[in-house]
Structure formats: C-alpha cells, structure tokens
C-alpha cells in the first residue's frame, strides 16, 4: 500500500511546552487509522501539528510525497488535507445547503450535493434549516459532508462521535465503511474504543506525546489487557 501520509520524528510545542516527542506514524492511501489514547496524550495536538493550526514544530511531515512542513495553513486543502476538529466549526447562521457549498474546491472527486445527500439522509431532509437548529449528530454530519465536497484526499476527523447518541454513532460508522469504499484515507481521533474498532484498519497508540504502540485490527484480541491498562476503559 502506497504512503499517502509520512510523519517522522514530529515535535511539537505550546509556547514553551513541549507536547509532541518524536511523534513517528505512516498513512496507507484508502487506510482508516486510529490514533486511541487517554485525554491530553496529544491526539488532538498531533491532528493540529499535521495540519499546521500548530505552527511550532519540527520534524517531517509528507503528503503524498509533499513537503507540507513549509507550506501555509490556508494552502494546507490545497493538497489534499481535511480536518474535521472536534468543535465542528459549522457556520451557525448558515443553513446546511450554505453550508457545504461555501468552501471551494480543492481538488478533483470531491462529492456532489447529491453524493451527499446520499450519504447523509438527514441533511437532505434539513437542508434549509439553519446551523443552530441542528441537532450535534446533524451538526458532525455536515462538518464531514462539508470537508467531503471539497475533494481532499486525507481526512482528519477529531472525537466524530464525543456526546452523540449510540443510534448517530453508528450512522457515523456507517458512513465512515462507505467512505473508505469509495477510497477515502482517513486519520482518526476517538476515543469511543468499541468505534473506532468497527471502523478502523489499524490504530497508533499515543501515551504522553509519543506513539507507544501501532498494530492492526487482527491483533485487537490479544492486545485487550494491554489498552484497557493504558486507555484506562
């Protein structure tokens, strides 16, 4: 499987805190991947420092063999690169037809309104309903649909699933299986084990700023003890 996504020996810092040590992690193209890890081991951080929200950092970052350390945040969708944060960042006074149609595109294959629909029943049946009368499920649903229609090739989704009803969640999953049927490559944050196992290819294992394990999902079983230790579920 080819790398869509290279990351080596990645620091990271908030103002003089050192967050990220040496973060190492590699991205098949069309590969689900979850990073799993207790509150505050840098999950969220690491998905900031890919996409460069976090600005001081070292080490190497490779978007289908682009260097993206040098490029600018607002040129960061321009190669390929979504982030879904864990706040949404949905335009509230918007409705949801405004909502995905305001971001440009930023490369070939980004998914029409119809696609989404397809995917994301209940916003069709809300298309004209404001930001602010969505429900969270709702709100998730379209800061995904709204980064799928621009065309990137890697999404960066953080917590999709943080305060949802069980019933939201597995539309969630739902959607995420179709996605990597169409090829999406996807880089997750969550800390919804039982979900990220039903979705993911292999996950990354973040304790105190590092990468302590990676496996795949065939190695769940007898890795059980391990992660309930260190995840503390």
């Known amino acids: 499987m080819a790398a869509l996504l290279e990351i080596n020996n990645l620091n990271a810092w908030y103002g003089e805190s050192h967050v990220l040590h040496g973060v190492n992690m590699t991205i098949g193209e069309g590969e689900m991947v979850t990073i799993l890890g207790r509150n505050g081991v840098g999950k969220t951080t690491t998905l900031r420092t890919i996409t460069g929200i976090l600005r001081k950092r070292r080490g190497e970052i490779r978007l289908n063999g682009h260097d993206m350390m040098q490029v600018p945040l607002h040129r960061t969708a321009h190669h390929g690169l979504g982030y879904v944060p864990e706040e949404r960042g949905i335009f509230a006074s918007l409705n949801v037809i405004e909502n995905l149609m305001l971001p440009p595109a930023?490369?070939?294959?980004?998914?029409?309104?119809?696609?989404?629909?397809?995917?994301?029943?209940?916003?069709?049946?809300?298309?004209?309903?404001?930001?602010?009368?969505?429900?969270?499920?709702?709100?998730?649903?379209?800061?995904?649909?709204?980064?799928?229609?621009?065309?990137?090739?890697?999404?960066?989704?953080?917590?999709?699933?943080?305060?949802?009803?069980?019933?939201i969640v597995q539309r969630i999953g739902d959607v995420l299986k179709k996605l990597k049927e169409r090829g999406m490559t996807v880089l997750l944050v969550e800390q919804n084990f039982r979900f990220a196992a039903r979705v993911a290819d292999r996950f990354y294992v973040m304790d105190h700023g590092m990468v302590v394990s990676e496996f795949p999902v065939g190695e769940l079983p007898e890795r059980m003890d391990t992660l309930h230790t260190v995840l503390g579920v």
Do not use: C, Y
């Open 106 to 167: 930023v490369g070939d294959g980004g998914m029409s309104l119809d696609e989404i629909f397809e995917l994301f029943p209940n916003l069709h049946e809300r298309r004209n309903s404001p930001g602010t009368r969505l429900s969270g499920g709702e709100q998730q649903m379209l800061a995904m649909a709204r980064i799928l229609r621009t065309g990137v090739k890697l999404l960066l989704l953080d917590e999709p699933t943080e305060g949802l009803a069980p019933v």
